[in-house]
């Protein structure tokens, strides 16, 4: 038989659960990747996410060239087009099965269920696996059979599905029978061109990195190879210093699937004494932020109305009387509110299509709180320019900084942004490298309001004074918090 093996944010060999399946099923594989350029921009993918995204199909079709496994890549404008290719394709190459991963998101799966509709109908069966998360968390509820909404007691239990469990590694493919394609079979069908891939980036808006964001599983494994060894001991103490390489940034790799969570969880593991808790500090915390990604993959399966801009606490989402002022939105977008650390971490944004974790919180909830601004604003324009960009983790973070989402931050938790800067970027030498007119500004005059204005610069007045804006948010939320009690 030959097996049809459907990429989509999965573009690795290696730990591919249903590629593996695929070949242990069939002696001739044939992948498909399909681009579809309207959905992507509806769901607000940027020039950064496309092209990272088309760089990693094509380092993945030079991977499996080695396994005899031709990689054909389709292009339908909407999620909605994707059963007639598919099933129209299955057919043409003679496929008796088609492969897949599962996605958690709404669209993906009203999307896979139509595929499988449309499969059915020519007796084409779908095969369809569990592979973005280290476990099926769809399995992990609570005692009364409940999804979580908290974090500390679905990290407990998701670590006692592992004990009891633990995490596959699919087993890695064989080299397979050469596949011969009949083109005038496939004549009529949607076909990219592997010269006309990279192409499609230019139909989207925004800057790319290819020079900073190497595609392919090869760089994904030697990424993560260096931060194991290098950084992920002393991960507790680095991780917050924006300066500083304490990170993995692997974010862009698990987006795309160029490597597992799987990978990254044993890969820790392995050098913690097999422990997935209980184990050296720095890689206990690496592996919780782990768990973070798979709860929020949790929370959109069991609350699937946060994939449709709805906050996961809706009566307080509701309640507060958001502002929607361009002005100050254009102010925060494009790194000139006055802050500097907030300003710093939007022009990291802009010019590399990557933001340090602890600045994504810092700039959410400036916007979130001190503007007071619809936080599906900020979440959107993250989405139009993260090379990251992942619904789940970019919406429960936002909506963690708003107060609106599942075990969000309090209301009255504000960060005040030169506290943070005083204490994560104390020397100001991140804010000094993407904030050009502060470079020789005396490190005080960075984390202190009256001495930033004192300093004559070149540089923006506050956009809103912090006391100001914190007492706005919390008058806000006050109220919002009285509605949702009512």
């Not at 494994?221 to 991780?239: A, H, K, M, T």
């Not at 490597?259 to 184990?279: L, P």
């Not at 959410?364 to 139009?384: N, Q, V, Y």
Request: some cysteine.
């Amino acid at each position: 038989m030959r097996a049809l093996m459907w990429f989509r944010s999965d573009l690795r060999v290696a730990d591919n659960t249903a590629l593996a399946a695929a070949c242990d099923a069939a002696d001739e594989v044939v992948g498909v990747f399909v681009v579809a350029p309207q959905q992507w921009r509806s769901h607000d993918w940027g020039a950064m996410r496309v092209d990272f995204t088309v760089r990693s199909v094509e380092a993945l079709r030079h991977s499996l060239a080695k396994l005899n496994i031709p990689l054909i890549v389709l292009r339908v404008d909407r999620f909605a087009d994707a059963p007639a290719a598919v099933s129209r394709f299955a057919k043409a190459a003679g496929c008796g099965g088609v492969w897949w991963n599962d996605e958690p998101e709404v669209n993906e799966i009203a999307r896979d269920s139509a595929v499988e509709a449309a499969l059915s109908a020519i007796d084409v069966k779908a095969h369809r696996f569990i592979d973005q998360t280290i476990l099926d968390v769809s399995t992990i509820r609570t005692a009364s059979d409940q999804w979580y909404t908290v974090f500390t007691p679905f990290r407990r239990r998701w670590l006692e599905h592992w004990r009891d469990s633990g995490a596959v590694i699919a087993k890695p493919p064989a080299r397979r029978a050469a596949v011969s394609l009949d083109d005038s079979a496939l004549c009529g069908l949607p076909l990219v061109e592997p010269g006309a891939l990279l192409d499609i980036v230019a139909e989207f808006e925004g800057t790319t990195r290819s020079d900073l964001w190497k595609a392919g599983e090869g760089e994904a494994r030697q990424r993560l190879s260096r931060f194991i060894d290098e950084r992920v001991g002393d991960y507790d103490n680095r991780r917050d210093f924006m300066a500083v390489n304490g990170t993995s940034v692997l974010s862009p790799y698990l987006a795309v699937g160029a490597i597992s969570a799987r990978q990254c969880f044993e890969a820790a593991r392995e050098t913690n004494r097999g422990k997935a808790d209980g184990g050296k500090k720095g890689i206990d915390t690496w592996i919780s932020e782990l768990i973070w990604r798979e709860f929020y993959r949790h929370v959109l399966m069991g609350f699937p109305h946060v994939c449709r801009g709805r906050a996961f606490r809706r009566e307080v989402d509701e309640a507060v009387e958001w502002r929607y002022d361009e002005g100050d939105f254009r102010r925060w977008q494009s790194g000139e509110s006055g802050y500097p650390i907030v300003d710093a971490a939007m022009r990291q944004l802009a010019q590399t299509g990557w933001m340090h974790n602890r600045a994504r919180m810092i700039v959410a909830m400036f916007l979130s709180k001190h503007l007071l601004i619809d936080w599906r604003w900020g979440e959107r324009h993250f989405m139009r320019h993260l090379v990251d960009g992942d619904f789940a983790s970019n919406n429960g973070g936002w909506q963690w900084s708003a107060s609106t989402g599942t075990d969000a931050a309090p209301y009255f938790r504000i960060f005040n942004p030169f506290s943070q800067s005083a204490k994560f970027d104390s020397d100001g030498a991140y804010i000094r490298r993407f904030v050009p007119e502060l470079a020789k500004a005396p490190a005080a005059a960075l984390h202190d309001p009256d001495k930033l204005a004192d300093a004559d610069l070149d540089y923006p007045a506050l956009v809103v004074d912090h006391p100001a804006g914190r007492a706005r948010a919390l008058a806000a939320f006050k109220q919002a918090s009285r509605h949702d009690a009512r």
